[in-house]
């Protein structure tokens, strides 16, 4: 009589697990997730600025060629086979210097407000819509509002990471761009706009992101939910640290300029995408030790 093929339940996890590291795209969300997300969408802010304030190239121009360099971090990472975080946090920095330069096209005009001391014109091209913040924010909730409708129509999760193929993946990134516009309007109007200032803009968004890690110990407020309201809080705390940063005294910020902020925030993210891919690699390679129970097959 054939004996019947015995299996354990390690087995059919190293079988599992090998599927997810060949499909996993996107990282788990973590601690160090999060510290990364704040790290790459405040560099996302002084590094918009740098290119269209201080070197002077404008929103239009600059907006164009911030978008065509997320694109090709995009495609870098829909035709990686698997998750790296060098090229998932290229882009996730792209969108925010994109996403910076687009909200201020949206939201700022050719007004003596938006212009540095003494100039007329910022850059090649038009100025800006002029849509002014509360205009342009109701814009894009509503973009991003249809994105993730059209996401629930597609019954695909939201879960980042159980997103495995291409199309949860572009309506993922979809949702991150229009995230990260939205949050610069957010940030930009509580910097600008609502009296809070700088600094009181930025703890007023960490206040909120404090309520959003205390809901989640309530069971009947999704996780899910509150990920993606993290998500978009998390880059008007980028906009508001990033303006807090680089601003001049007289306004209310540090003065450290949108040079050197850029350049130390850039290799604060580099080492820790280094760090990242380590822990990657570390997990990849681990095997899995735990005893388990047998379990009883018949072959064939």
Same mark, same amino acid.
């Given at each position: 009589? =054939?004996?019947p =093929?015995?299996?354990?339940?390690?087995?059919?996890a190293?079988?599992?697990?090998?599927t997810?590291?060949?499909?996993?795209?996107?990282? =788990?969300?973590?601690? /160090?997730? !999060?510290?990364?997300?704040?790290? /790459?969408?405040?560099?996302?802010?002084?590094?918009?600025?740098?290119?269209?304030?201080?070197?002077?190239?404008?929103?239009?121009l600059?907006?164009?060629?911030? @978008?065509?360099?997320?694109?090709?971090?995009?495609v870098v990472? %829909?035709?990686?086979?698997?998750?790296?975080?060098?090229?998932?946090?290229?882009?996730? #920095?792209?969108?925010?210097?994109?996403?910076?330069?687009? +909200?201020d096209?949206?939201?700022?005009?050719?007004?003596?407000?938006?212009?540095?001391?003494?100039?007329t014109?910022?850059?090649?091209g038009?100025?800006?819509?002029?849509?002014?913040?509360?205009?342009?924010?109701?814009?894009?909730?509503?973009?991003? #509002?249809a994105?993730f409708?059209? !996401?629930?129509?597609?019954?695909?999760?939201?879960?980042?990471?159980d997103?495995?193929? @291409?199309?949860?993946?572009?309506?993922? !990134?979809?949702a991150?761009?229009?995230?990260?516009? *939205?949050?610069?309007?957010?940030?930009?109007?509580? +910097?600008?706009?609502?009296? *809070?200032?700088?600094?009181?803009?930025?703890?007023?968004?960490?206040? #909120?992101?404090?309520?959003?890690?205390? #809901?989640?110990?309530?069971?009947a407020?999704?996780?899910?939910?509150? @990920? !993606?309201? /993290?998500f978009? *809080?998390?880059?008007? %705390?980028?906009?508001?640290?990033?303006?807090?940063?680089?601003?001049?005294?007289?306004?209310?910020g540090?003065?450290?300029?949108?040079?050197g902020?850029?350049?130390?925030l850039?290799?604060v993210l580099?080492?820790l995408?280094?760090?990242?891919?380590?822990?990657?690699?570390?997990?990849?390679?681990?095997?899995?030790?735990? =005893?388990?129970?047998?379990?009883?097959?018949?072959?064939?």
């Amino acid at each position: 009589m =054939e004996q019947p =093929e015995v299996l354990t339940d390690l087995d059919v996890a190293s079988a599992s697990n090998t599927t997810k590291s060949v499909m996993k795209k996107l990282p =788990e969300v973590t601690t /160090a997730f !999060w510290v990364m997300k704040t790290a /790459a969408t405040t560099l996302g802010e002084t590094a918009g600025d740098l290119f269209a304030q201080t070197l002077k190239l404008g929103y239009f121009l600059t907006t164009i060629a911030l @978008f065509a360099v997320f694109v090709v971090t995009l495609v870098v990472q %829909l035709r990686s086979s698997r998750y790296n975080p060098f090229f998932y946090w290229t882009v996730i #920095l792209s969108t925010s210097m994109a996403g910076t330069t687009m +909200s201020d096209f949206m939201n700022r005009d050719a007004g003596a407000g938006y212009l540095p001391a003494g100039a007329t014109r910022l850059g090649w091209g038009p100025q800006g819509l002029g849509l002014g913040y509360p205009a342009g924010a109701a814009i894009l909730v509503s973009v991003l #509002l249809a994105i993730f409708a059209g !996401w629930r129509l597609s019954g695909m999760t939201f879960r980042i990471r159980d997103i495995v193929t @291409f199309r949860g993946e572009a309506l993922f !990134w979809s949702a991150i761009l229009v995230s990260n516009t *939205l949050g610069t309007s957010m940030g930009d109007f509580l +910097s600008d706009s609502s009296g *809070l200032g700088y600094a009181g803009g930025a703890l007023l968004v960490t206040g #909120l992101l404090g309520m959003l890690l205390a #809901l989640t110990k309530a069971p009947a407020v999704p996780n899910v939910l509150l @990920f !993606w309201i /993290a998500f978009v *809080l998390t880059r008007p %705390l980028g906009a508001t640290a990033g303006d807090l940063l680089t601003k001049p005294v007289a306004k209310g910020g540090l003065g450290l300029g949108t040079a050197g902020s850029s350049a130390v925030l850039l290799a604060v993210l580099f080492a820790l995408m280094a760090y990242a891919q380590v822990c990657e690699r570390r997990s990849a390679s681990r095997p899995v030790t735990e =005893e388990r129970t047998p379990v009883s097959r018949k072959a064939g």
